[in-house]
């Protein structure tokens, strides 16, 4: 089976269907995104669920740098849009809500910082990270009716679909929860990314490739994918120093990721291949932190074996045997 000629074209030449190419598609420009941080907390933070958050979290790795408290989403995007303004001539803007649980407050004061966002000049739309135990029906209403008239994304965190990791990482909910959320979302036409982590202890390769097969039969528009990365200050970094547990090479990461994006369907939309940090609070791995070395050795790995994003679930829809062996090897 070759890569067909006619994804080659629409990819631009990549052998997975990215995300900046998704946004050219839709804009006919590069889009760029800017981080914000407001004052969300996350119900398992906050004592609701639990206290502490994933043992993996420190909200510091994904808050712009220059961030100072209690900015207010106009000022946050002023400073981003400037910064981006002089450095790529940026024109469009994705504003992201990124740090903490997005939608963990009231439909009305969501709205008013949604509508905040998409008010300022070059703001083409929104992309909202959440938790899937955190979406009520009012406030998914509320991002259904945004979304008609901007481009959306909703982010949904799920990490792992191994109940065990879940418990493991102090999640506070399950997968239950995930699907639950995820049907809602696609009722609602919304388009929906998911967050996956890969390289947890105790997970096989069947584990973890049992994880593309759930997000194609819901429908999931998207998937940002990381690898399991010890940021400072957590609790994954406490277990990591006293050794708990061993980190994957990033040959172990560049393989199974592959893996994982030939069972995803094509017209999934990547928006990530890698967890992305600042070395200074990077404790491990060190691999992980070279970013574009990375995306190079993923795009070498997928040239070397021939193959490319949704070839298996191609010979599963054709009905043809997969030729690598068994997902569990």
């Avoid at 420009?29 to 206290?51: E, H, Q, S, W």
């Avoid at 481009?151 to 699907?179: A, D």
């Amino acid at each position: 089976m070759k890569f067909p000629v006619s994804l080659q074209t629409q990819w631009r030449g990549r052998r997975y269907n990215s995300y900046n190419s998704a946004l050219k598609d839709t804009f006919g420009a590069r889009v760029y995104k800017i981080g914000l941080r407001l004052d969300f907390t996350c119900p398992n933070r906050d004592g609701t669920l639990g206290v502490g958050g994933c043992i993996y979290c420190n909200n510091a790795s994904h808050t712009p740098q220059a961030y100072q408290p209690r900015t207010s989403v106009t000022a946050q995007l002023a400073q981003g849009a400037e910064a981006l303004r002089k450095r790529h001539r940026a024109e469009n803007f994705i504003a992201y809500f990124q740090s903490y649980t997005n939608t963990y407050d009231s439909a009305s004061r969501l709205e008013s910082l949604f509508r905040e966002a998409l008010d300022f000049p070059g703001v083409v739309g929104l992309s909202i990270a959440t938790r899937p135990d955190c979406v009520p029906n009012d406030v998914l209403d509320l991002i259904a009716d945004l979304a008609r008239n901007t481009y959306l994304w909703l982010e949904l965190g799920l990490e792992s679909t191994h109940e065990q990791t879940l418990r493991w990482v102090n999640r506070g909910h399950g997968l239950r929860e995930f699907v639950d959320a995820a049907e809602r979302c696609k009722r609602r036409d919304l388009r929906v990314c998911t967050h996956m982590i890969l390289g947890f202890p105790g997970e096989t390769r069947g584990d973890i490739l049992r994880a593309p097969r759930l997000l194609n039969q819901l429908g999931i528009d998207g998937v940002k994918l990381h690898n399991l990365h010890v940021i400072r200050h957590t609790v994954l970094e406490k277990l990591y120093l006293a050794g708990s547990f061993q980190l994957w090479t990033q040959q172990d990461y560049v393989s199974c990721l592959v893996d994982f994006l030939e069972f995803l369907t094509p017209r999934m939309i990547i928006h990530r291949l890698t967890g992305e940090t600042y070395r200074a609070i990077t404790v491990a791995p060190e691999w992980s932190i070279n970013k574009i070395g990375l995306i190079n050795a993923i795009d070498k790995e997928l040239a070397l074996r021939d193959t490319w994003q949704g070839r298996k679930f191609e010979l599963q829809a054709a009905g043809l045997p997969e030729t690598t062996g068994p997902i569990d090897g």
